[in-house]
């Protein structure tokens, strides 16, 4: 039998490890998993090579609870150690034989899947076990040997006979303040957690199996029922697999699989496969968001070599697609040593615009393969693309081939067929093409009206961020701009080059402008007269566009040098001095009668963009009233 210390630079290792490397001491269990499937995988990658004279056949890792002997123990038929070996990996702490492995094979070993980054995973077992036993069988024909520790650096190593198959067995015997991990639901939920997708099969516990009846059983028959292994993970998930061997079904089972509480169908989903200049594998599945920015459960998870390490993946995952769901796995993540967040370096940043460029171009294809479904799926997805289009520059280039712009009819235009549509029509006079949009196709419907009796065409843009869509494409298109049909009168959105024909002489607008003013002393509405044509509304409401895209703005979380504070509301009262209701201000007389006419026209004008409320709404409905009995 060996005594000795362990070869660690402090006196006691442990105490770090279980206070400041780990913190959340559930992690113990990943690790030590982790471990066991490196051995497994290194023992398949030999026997392939031959290097390794022995039958892989079927291995698979168990874990086991015994509450009586307060027990927790992990079992793998792996390549196992030799007492040389259990010195080396063991007793040097943070010397890591997956790194090892993987240089002295690193010409075949290359797809292997072995995690291999720390030396310190297995010290984890120390956060929850009070001692720790290894039980090794080597492949190699030696003899089996029990290492033995109790958290000190003291250890015991020595020869056994009480293990004679290949393998190794961790035997955790659980601290008095981590007893939760000897409860059943508490592994089993952490195995969900950590190990689901780990890549050799991992039993816990059994199950009862019915067996299938004959064909010919008769209707009484009741069928068999037999114990088997209880297989707790899904050792090739669908990222694992090439999406040429992959049905619709095949993704739509594994996004269940990912979410079990998600009962809704995703839209469609995006392979990623790449093995240069890194490797990343995953899948991402756009759900239907509409309009919500606000996702925060079922978040897309982090893997490396099917081990979950995260599903905070800020940094890897441009922030524009945190609203997608899925998968992404790479063993070139760099993570820090517990394997429980993310360090920054280039990798990091080129794995972001991997993934930016995968999903353009994916959206790209999704259009070109059936329009009709692209177009009906829009309003799903529109979100994710349009916050891609703000935050990304590099999908922005690329959005033109596949962002579509809604009208209020229900057409969809590409950038390219927008512009060829509006050109001949919405080309103002000093050659700037004016795009006109709703956002509420109810709230507006009067301004719509009005842009298409002048025949142009309106588009339905009713996102949180389309404030910031719109500033980013008029600053990136040349000589574009973008109108809300409600910001102004439409003759005054699109200037012609036509002559206006005005009913009153300069005497008599400025008499009725001073009548309005009067009448409606509120600062938040500023006067205009315009003369237009004689069927238009006598009174108009609008908000200048430049301070209604600005306050829009500010409630996204933007608004520039104005960011501070809250806006003003203003608007403008726009006065057609062609109407006959503007010959009828100036030519009632009496100043109450006068003024009632005013007010009542402001209070109509109000109700038609929802500005009239409280004692004004109730005051109105009233007067109206009375003028029904009348």
Known sequence: ????????????????????????????????????????????????????????????????????????????QGIGMTAEEVEKYINQV???????????????AKDSGIIGHFGLGFYSAFMVAEKVEILTKSYKDEPAVRW?????????????????????????????????FLEEAKI????????????????????????????????????????????????????????????????????????????EEPLFNIHLNVDYPFNLTGILFFPKLSNNLNIE????????????????????????????????????????????????DGAVKKISSYITKKVADKMASLINENRQDYEQKWNDIKIVIEYGIVTEEKFAEKADKFTLYPTTDGKYFLWNELEEKLKPTQTDKD?????????????????????????????????????????????????????????????????KDEPTISKLNETEKESLKKNVEDAVQDKKFTVQLEDLESNDAPFTITQPEFMRRMKDMQATGGGGMFG?????????????????????????????????????????????????????????IQRSYKQLEK
């Open 1 to 76: 039998m060996t005594k000795g210390n362990i070869n660690v630079s402090v006196e006691n290792i442990f105490p770090l490890i279980k206070k400041f490397l780990y913190s959340d001491h559930e992690i113990f269990l990943r690790e030590l998993i982790s471990n066991a499937t490196d051995a497994t995988l290194k023992l398949k990658h030999l026997t392939s090579i031959g290097e390794a004279k022995v039958e892989y056949g079927n291995p698979k890792l168990e874990v086991k609870i015994d509450k009586e002997q307060k027990t927790l123990r992990i079992i793998d």
């Open 94 to 108: 943070a010397f890591s034989g997956a790194e090892e492995f993987l240089e002295k094979y690193k010409d075949t």
């Open 148 to 180: 033995i520790c109790d958290g000190s650096p003291e250890f015991t190593l020595e020869e056994t006979t009480d293990k004679t198959d290949r393998g190794t067995e961790i035997i955790l015997h659980i601290a008095e303040d981590s007893l939760e």
């Open 188 to 263: 089993r939920e952490l195995l969900l957690k950590y190990n689901k997708f780990m890549p050799v099969p991992i039993k816990f516990g059994t199950k009862t199996h019915t067996l299938p009846l004959p064909e010919d059983a008769p209707e009484d028959a009741v069928a068999e029922t037999e114990e088997v292994d209880n297989i707790i993970n899904n050792p090739t998930p669908a990222w694992t697999v090439a999406p040429s061997d992959l049905t619709s079904e095949d993704y739509m089972s594994f996004y269940h699989e990912l979410y079990p509480m998600q009962f």
């Open 297 to 344: 459960k079922d978040k897309i998870q982090l893997y490396q070599n099917q081990v979950y390490v995260t599903d905070e993946v800020k940094g890897i995952v441009p922030d524009f697609l945190m609203l997608l769901r899925g998968v992404i796995d790479s063993p070139d993540i760099p993570l820090n040593v517990s394997r429980s967040y993310l360090q920054a």
């Open 431 to 495: 050659g700037n093409l004016i795009i006109l949009y709703a956002s509420n196709a109810d709230e507006q419907h009067s301004y719509i009206q009005s842009a298409k009796d002048k025949g142009y065409e309106v588009l339905l843009l009713d996102s949180h961020i389309i404030p910031h869509v719109i500033q980013k494409l008029e600053t990136s298109k040349e000589k574009v701009s973008f109108a809300r049909v409600d910001a102004d009168h439409v003759n005054n959105l699109i200037k």
């Open 564 to 620: 501070m504070g809250g806006f003003p509301e203003m608007y403008n009262l726009v006065v057609n001095s062609n109407s006959e209701f503007a010959n009828q201000i100036l030519k009632t007389e009496n100043t109450e009668e006068k003024e009632g006419l005013i007010k009542h026209a402001l209070d109509l004008a109000k109700l038609s963009q929802n500005l009239l409320k409280g004692k004004d709404l109730t005051d109105f």
